[in-house]
Structures are given as structure tokens and as C-alpha cells.
């Protein structure tokens, strides 16, 4: 039975943990593909009937502590906007006559225990619900969490403050600690969520670009409007100024400026005949009619949004040791919990009370938490910026990984240059010049190749109508293509090396054409340097890291380009096992990026410590490289290497704050320096500065970048 792919959206988690919790539930249910994120609520697996079914799996997170969110399902009453309110207006009394007997002014009527008991009772209700439920869940999972210390402080204050009324003892009765324990780690989970929110604004940005409706043309000519879901690869669309693009395809008729910006950074884009349009970019000019090539998830739009989302699923491994002390933190905190009261109480003769309040102090100000936040957060926040800015990339550990490289592997032709090749002159060698033009046509048409692509377009049109008899053709990458006919002959385009394994050839020349190896055509060609090339081999020298070009061109022609760009070192005429040799060489060395852009690129990209590839590329270059540079621009190159360093940076700075945090404020609630309530308020606000951290991340201003 074929397996599918099944997505919930479950409310309740709050931070890596919680994730945690629910991925180890399902993967012990025997699931695969597992992908749990708390910051977009989505719980994703794939399922077959036969395993177990998936009223099991739901019923199975619900007992976790989480809920599922059901389509059409109603609005649960208590929010956690609601019960923040509710304990809000029950804490606040208690707050006030506690404050007040300190300022030496006494609310006689709320200091009555009975009194007290009443306004704690319904905030200790809803707290012990919530953290309790949640508490649980996370035990039986495996992987205890933060609200286990939670409920076990503002337990511990309540039932001692009962005891404490039940047998006389006001000194012993702070009922207002428990209350305002659970209230204030409301209000920090009430801020954290909104600011957790704010990090997935990227997914929120993208997805507004999907529209509803398209107007398709029928065969008849007719146009009709269809929602969105119905569009099909191969539909002809109509697209009008004031549109959004309903899909990815290839405009067949009309021209118009399409508005980039948010898919790929560019602003304004003329489009015409052939060219690509991406679903999602805006046509504030021209109307086009255009073939729907990719729709949904396999469009660029589809596969953003789906990286943004995935993006934390790909662990740094700077997140790994935080993720070992997650693991045992709870455990490791109820200890130092227990041992703190035992070495106040045996030990240096502290009260009871006292020992007790030191404890639930270490208990509430203990905060794992933020260690689990600071990674996905800035993942999200930072996956999400060079999205905006045209960037693709797969996963947070490519995000460290990037920033780390020391060296810069090249391709020349599409990546340096143009790829957009002119001829400049045509050596025949047969006087029938026009089957000689059909030929190469007609074998080009074959290949991906830059070089191959440039000569259809400059051949389509001097033919003169040549008819070809039936040809069977192979490529072969690096090398060029090959047909034969029913008689035998064998035709041969591509460079120097259809001629020998040394790539001896009679002549410079780009491309050649043989028949039975006997020469027919020379072809010329000129390929410019990108406009943009020299400032980014520039910058990159700047950091430390060096350019290398491998090529599989000509010798003149590769080091004609690298002295234009300043690159020492450079290889040409390499063939594709050529370069992944060097590629594997480098990378043993150190950190190595391979930039690329063909189908000859595909090994080289995957075996480079990072693959980036160009988005104009062949789709399996895309498939083999970790980042993609959208249409085509070597200067986010820069963008992309920037960007990946402040993101790792705001990473290390929470993951640092969180280390202090918690090494600094557990050994000061221990040594009874701090009132649980205080602890409570540290506690709620250390997540809050991790996210802010990250949050912060989307508008700092970049060198090369700026705030966008």
C-alpha cells in the first residue's frame, strides 16, 4: 500500500521541545519523514492505513498535552489570551496586598487566608491545567519540558501555603507566590507567542502571493476564470496588467514588466516570447498569455515558502549541545532543586520556608526553553530574509556550513560570463552551408548546454528549410552530442574533445562539427563576463576567501577570463569527472563552495562541501546544489554569504545568552537571593529576548545587503 503524505496543525507547542516531544511519539509509532515545527504549527509524516490509524495518531499527541486543530472546528473558550486575563484579575489583589505590606500599607481584608485561598484557588486551577496537562505529556514522551518545573513550583506553593492555613501558620501562608508564578509564565508565553509569529513573517509574505483565480484559454479561444487548485500543467493562461501570475510557466505571445521583488529581488523585469514567469510576481504593465509549466508546490513560489518552513528541520551543529543539555535540563534542574533545599536546610540551618522558597525559586527561573529557541528562531528569521532577497536555501546547517567556506570553486561559462554566446564567425568546410547549420540545430537542440542553447537561437533562422532524415542522438556531457542516420554516419558537435581523449583540435574554436570525423564546421563564439563578476570575486578576496575558476573551455579563452577577474588560480578544459576530482581535493582541504550552473555541474555541486546553483540552471544542477541563486545573479552570492554569518552570529549570541542566563540565575535562587515571584518574571522574559534576538535579525542592516 502506497504511503501518503499527512499534515495536522496542532496548537500547545512552545518551543523546540515541544516539537521534540511529538516527533519522538511519532517516529516510535513506526511514521517516516517526520517534520514537527512549533513555530508554524505544523505536524507533517507519512502514513499508510495499515499501520495504525490516524485517529490513533491524533489521540496519541493529544495525550502528549497538544490539540489538533480540525478544519471547521470551533474556537476553544480558554485561550491563552483568556487565561492570562483570568489570572491576571485574580493575581492582582494578591500582588497589591503583597506589595503594600511591604511599603508598610496593609489591605486588612485580603490578608485573610480564607480570603487569599478564594482569589489563588482559580489562578492555581488554570495554571496547574495548562502546565500540568502540558507537563505530563512531555514526561511520557521522554523529553520533559519547562512547564514540568512550572507546575511542580506553583504546586509546591500552593499545597505548603494550604498546610499553612490549615494549621495556623501566616507566616507560612504565600499564596500570592503561586499565583503570580502561573501568571507571569502566562504573560511570557502570551508575548512569546506573538513574537514567535513575527518570525515566520517571511511564510506570511509569500503566501499572500498565492492568488485564487486564473483565466485559462480553451481550445475554442474562449477564456474562462478557474480557481486555483485546477490549474494543470500544460493550460494556457491569460495574464493581464493588475495580475499576479497564477503559475510558473513560458510565455508564448504578448510582453509585459513583471514585478520580482519579493520572489527574486528584482523590482522590474521585462518579459516576452520564451521567457519564464514565475507564479506570484506582480504585472503592473503588458498582458502575456502563457503555458503553465509547474504548479503548486513544484512552482519557484511553492518550493520558497516550503524551504522557509522546513528550514530549522536541518539542525546546525551548533544547535547539537544545546540540544544534549536540553535533553537531561528538567531532570538536572529537579536535582539541583532538591539538593539546594536539603544543603539550606541540613546544612545552614535555613528555615523551612526559606529552603522551600529557595527551591521553587530554582525551579521557576530555570529556563531550557530559550536554548531550544535560539536556533529554529534564527534559522526561521534568517532563511526567511535571503528568500526575500532572492536566496534558496536548503536547511540550517547549509546556513553555518556557508558561513564557514574558505574557498570558492567557479564555473566559467553561464556562471562568470553571460552564456549568452555570439557568433563570430563560421568556418565551413562542405559548400552546403545551410545542412551544416540544420545539423547543428538540430543536435544542439539536445543539450542544456549554454553554449548548445546560444547556437539554436542564432541557427533557428538560417535553415533555408532544410529537411533532415531521422537522426538517433545522444549526449555526451562535457564532450557534446552525437546522432547517426540509417546509413551509418556518424555526426559529432561539441568541443575539441569529440576529436580525441587529449582534446587535440585544428583550430581555437568553440564548436565543431564532424561527419565520420571528417571536419564540416567551425564555429566562433563570444562569451562576456557578467557586469557584476569583478566586485563579487573582489569581495570575496576581501573576506579571505579565495575564487577558483574550473572550466571546461578552452585554455585561452579560461585564462583570458580569470585575469579580467584578478583569480590566480583556474583549470580549464576539465571534464566532468575532472572537476569533481578537484572538487573532492579542495573539499578535503577545507570548507569548499562550487558554484555552477549546468547539467555537467550536477557532481561537482553535490560533492562540494556547499553546491550553489544559479536559477536560470539546468533543474539538475538545482536538485544537486544546497543554495540557489534566483534568476541567475552571481552578486547574491555576496547577499547569501552575509546574510549566513549574521544569522550564525544571532544564533551564538542567544544560545550564549541562554548558557549564562541559566549558569548565573540557578546558583543565585539557590543561595536564596531570589523571591520565587522575581525568578518567575526572569524566567517569562528570557524566551522573550532570545526571539527578540532573532526577530531582530530581519531589518539589521547587512554590508551588501541593507535593512530589506
Known amino acids: 500500500m502506497e504511503k501518503k503524505v499527512v499534515e495536522l496543525k496542532v496548537e500547545g507547542m512552545d518551543c523546540a521541545n515541544c516539537a521534540q516531544s511529538i516527533t519522538r511519539y511519532l517516529e516510535r509509532k513506526g511514521l517516516e519523514d517526520v517534520f514537527v515545527s512549533f513555530q508554524t504549527k505544523e505536524v507533517r509524516f507519512k502514513w499508510q492505513a495499515d499501520q495504525l490509524s490516524l485517529d490513533e495518531i491524533k489521540k496519541g499527541i493529544a495525550k502528549l498535552g497538544y490539540t489538533i486543530a480540525e478544519p471547521n472546528q470551533a ?18 489583589p494578591l500582588l497589591l496586598h503583597h506589595l503594600g505590606a511591604m511599603a508598610g500599607i496593609h489591605f486588612h481584608a485580603l490578608g485573610h487566608p480564607a480570603v487569599q485561598f478564594a482569589l489563588c484557588l482559580p489562578v492555581f486551577a488554570l495554571g496547574a491545567w495548562h502546565f500540568g496537562k502540558s507537563g505530563l505529556g512531555s514526561m511520557k514522551s521522554g523529553t520533559p519540558n519547562m512547564d514540568v518545573l512550572i507546575f511542580i513550583g506553583g504546586t509546591a506553593a500552593f499545597v505548603y501555603s494550604l498546610v499553612g492555613w490549615m494549621v495556623g501558620e501566616p507566616d507560612y501562608i504565600f499564596f500570592e507566590t503561586s499565583a503570580t508564578i502561573f501568571t507571569l509564565v502566562f504573560l511570557g508565553n502570551y508575548i512569546e507567542h506573538r513574537a514567535v509569529g513575527q518570525t515566520t513573517s517571511a511564510i506570511e509574505e509569500l503566501s499572500k502571493l498565492q492568488v485564487k483565480k486564473a483565466r485559462r484559454i480553451m481550445a475554442s479561444g474562449t477564456v474562462i476564470s478557474i480557481d486555483h487548485d485546477d490549474i494543470e500543467t500544460g493550460f494556457i493562461l491569460q495574464v493581464n496588467e493588475g495580475d499576479q501570475v497564477p503559475a510558473d510557466g513560458r510565455i508564448l505571445s504578448g ?41 503548486g508546490d513544484r512552482s519557484l513560489l511553492g518550493q520558497m515558502i516550503e524551504l522557509v518552513k522546513t528550514a530549522q528541520q536541518d539542525k546546525p551543529s551548533i544547535q547539537r549541545l544545546a540540544d544534549q543539555i536540553s535533553a537531561i ?21 535555613v528555615s523551612f520556608q526559606k529552603s522551600l522558597m529557595n527551591s521553587i525559586a530554582v525551579l521557576v527561573i530555570s529556563c531550557p526553553c530559550a536554548m531550544g529557541l535560539a536556533t529554529p528562531t534564527a534559522i526561521m528569521v534568517g532563511v526567511g530574509r535571503l528568500a526575500r532577497n532572492g536566496i534558496l536555501v536548503k536547511g540550517g546547517q547549509t546556513v553555518e556550513i556557508f558561513s564557514q567556506v574558505r574557498r570558492i570553486v567557479f564555473d566559467k561559462t553561464g556562471t562568470l560570463t553571460t552564456g549568452q554566446f555570439k557568433i563570430q564567425d563560421i568556418a565551413y568546410h562542405t559548400p552546403d552551408h545551410n545542412r551544416v547549420n540544420a545539423l547543428v540545430y538540430f543536435l544542439e537542440k539536445h543539450s542544456s548546454h549554454p553554449i548548445a542553447q546560444s547556437l539554436v537561437e542564432a541557427l533557428e533562422h538560417r535553415q533555408n528549410g532544410v529537411k533532415l532524415e531521422p537522426l538517433t542522438v545522444v549526449e555526451d556531457k562535457g564532450i557534446g552530442v552525437t546522432a547517426q542516420d540509417q546509413q551509418g554516419n556518424l555526426y559529432k558537435v561539441g568541443s575539441r574533445r569529440i576529436f580525441s581523449q587529449t582534446g587535440e583540435a585544428p583550430s581555437p574554436a568553440s564548436v ?8 564540416l564546421a567551425e564555429f566562433y563564439l563570444e562569451d562576456e563576463v557578467k557586469e557584476e ?24 579563452k579560461t585564462a583570458r577570463v580569470a585575469t579580467l577577474l584578478g583569480v590566480k588560480e583556474y583549470h580549464a578544459e576539465q571534464l566532468p569527472s575532472e572537476k569533481l576530482r578537484f572538487i573532492e581535493r579542495y573539499a578535503a582541504q577545507e570548507p569548499t563552495a562550487m558554484v555552477g550552473d549546468g547539467i555537467n555541474d550536477a557532481p561537482a555541486l553535490a560533492k562540494a562541501t556547499i553546491g550553489v546553483s544559479l536559477s536560470n540552471a539546468s533543474q539538475t544542477a538545482i536538485q544537486s546544489a544546497q543554495i540557489i541563486l534566483l534568476n541567475g545573479r552571481i552578486d547574491f552570492l555576496i547577499k547569501a554569504l552575509e546574510i549566513c554569518k549574521h544569522t550564525v552570529l544571532t544564533i551564538r549570541q542567544s544560545l550564549g545568552w541562554a548558557f549564562a542566563y541559566n549558569i548565573v540565575a540557578i546558583p543565585i535562587a539557590a543561595a536564596g537571593f531570589l523571591n ?18 532573532a526577530i531582530r535579525l530581519r531589518h539589521k542592516w547587512i554590508k551588501g545587503v541593507g535593512r530589506r
Open 75 to 92: 474556537v476553544l473558550f480558554w485561550t491563552l489570551e483568556r487565561k492570562l486575563a483570568a489570572s491576571a484579575l485574580f493575581t492582582l
Open 255 to 295: 510582453s509585459a514588466t513583471l514585478d520580482e521583488s519579493l520572489l527574486t529581488g528584482e523590482p522590474s523585469v521585462r518579459k516576452t516570447g520564451r521567457r519564464s514567469a514565475n507564479r506570484g510576481s506582480l504585472v503592473p504593465r503588458g498582458n502575456v498569455t502563457m503555458e503553465v509549466t509547474a504548479v
Open 329 to 349: 535540563f528538567v531532570p538536572a534542574v529537579l536535582v539541583i532543586a532538591a539538593v539546594a533545599f536539603m544543603v539550606n536546610y541540613f546544612g545552614f540551618d
Open 512 to 519: 565543431f562539427l564532424t561527419c565520420n570525423n571528417h571536419l
Open 533 to 556: 563578476a569583478p566586485a563579487v570575486i573582489r569581495a570575496l578576496q576581501s573576506q579571505g576567501i579565495e575564487p577558483v575558476i574550473i572550466s571546461g573551455d578552452h585554455r585561452d
Open 676 to 693: 520565587p515571584m522575581w525568578g518567575a518574571l526572569f524566567m517569562a522574559f528570557s524566551d522573550v529576548v532570545v526571539i527578540g534576538n
